[in-house]
């Protein structure tokens, strides 16, 4: 993996920390964060090493959302033939695909909020399993006010976290959502005084999320995903066919052993990822 500039990465005890590290600039959105992003995803679903990962960031603002000059230069929307706007669909597709990343990685992922979650930081915080908020957080749908509609997974993925009718008021109006109504909404799992609180809070999560099977873990997050979108008859079938698939007797064992004897579990983790198309003749 090339080295970062929008992000600081490390490791410790299976839980991985991804860090936006651009204070001075909000923590905007430019085409290097999204390539690195997608870089450090595919790297951590790849690795198996990681059991969870928690997403956090520097300075005032976790991020101000998209870095406008990018559409002025970086990325052409040509609105003035129907080629040019059909391309729209697959540029769109490509940033989607980035922030569905989070939401199929083999992990668990914990975002750690501060101050503003605006635009495309709300896109990327909604594809995460958990959320956690310092007092002074606010999510902004930021692009009505700028004359757009939201088009990299807000307007998808928030409906099926809090009621539909604040998503409309929150999508029409451009308004600020406070972390104390995005707690009663349940937008957010939990309220923290300050950023290191809320961070001790978030990693504390992960500690406990890493000292279950890995694999118990990756079946729990594929099953709840999958009833998220599918009525329950279909769900209930899926968790035959998945519980089938990964069962296993020996962490049964370990997992209530370890109760018993008050210490850590002790599981096999995910195995590496080899695709076919990587792999060298």
């Not at 990685?105 to 503003?116: E, F, S, T, Y």
């Not at 909604?126 to 999510?139: E, L, N, S, V």
Request: charged share 20%; hydrophobic share 45%; aromatic share 8%.
């Amino acid at each position: 993996m090339n080295p970062l500039t929008c992000f600081s990465l490390s490791l410790t005890d299976h839980i991985a920390h991804l860090v936006l590290n651009r204070p001075e600039a909000m923590n905007t959105m430019h085409p290097t964060f999204w390539r690195e992003l997608d870089e450090v995803l595919t790297h951590i679903h790849k690795a198996g090493d990681a059991r969870v990962l928690v997403i956090s960031s520097t300075g005032k603002h976790f991020s101000a959302g998209m870095a406008l000059e990018t559409f002025g230069g970086a990325i052409s929307m040509d609105d003035q033939s129907p080629e040019g706007r059909a391309a729209m669909f697959d540029v769109l597709g490509d940033m989607q695909a980035t922030f569905t990343k989070l939401e199929s990685l083999r992990i668990p992922v914990i975002a750690a909020i501060q101050g503003g979650c605006i635009g495309g930081a709300v896109d990327m915080v909604t594809a995460c399993c958990i959320r956690y908020a310092t007092q002074d957080a606010f999510f902004c749908i930021q692009e009505i006010n700028i004359g757009m509609v939201a088009d990299v997974g807000t307007l998808q993925r928030l409906p099926k976290l809090v009621p539909l009718a604040v998503v409309k008021e929150l999508a029409y109006t451009g308004r600020r959502l406070g972390a104390a109504k995005a707690l009663g909404y349940g937008l957010v799992n939990e309220v923290f005084d300050s950023p290191e609180a809320m961070l001790a809070g978030a990693l504390q999560c992960a500690k406990e999320i890493a000292g279950k099977p890995p694999v118990a873990i990756w079946g729990t997050k594929q099953a709840i995903h999958y009833t998220r979108d599918h009525s329950v008859d279909d769900a209930l079938k899926q968790m035959g066919w998945l519980q089938g698939a990964i069962w296993s007797n020996q962490h049964v064992r370990e997992a209530v052993t370890a109760m018993k004897e008050k210490r850590a579990g002790e599981f096999s983790a995910l195995p590496p990822l080899n695709y076919f198309k990587e792999i060298g003749l």
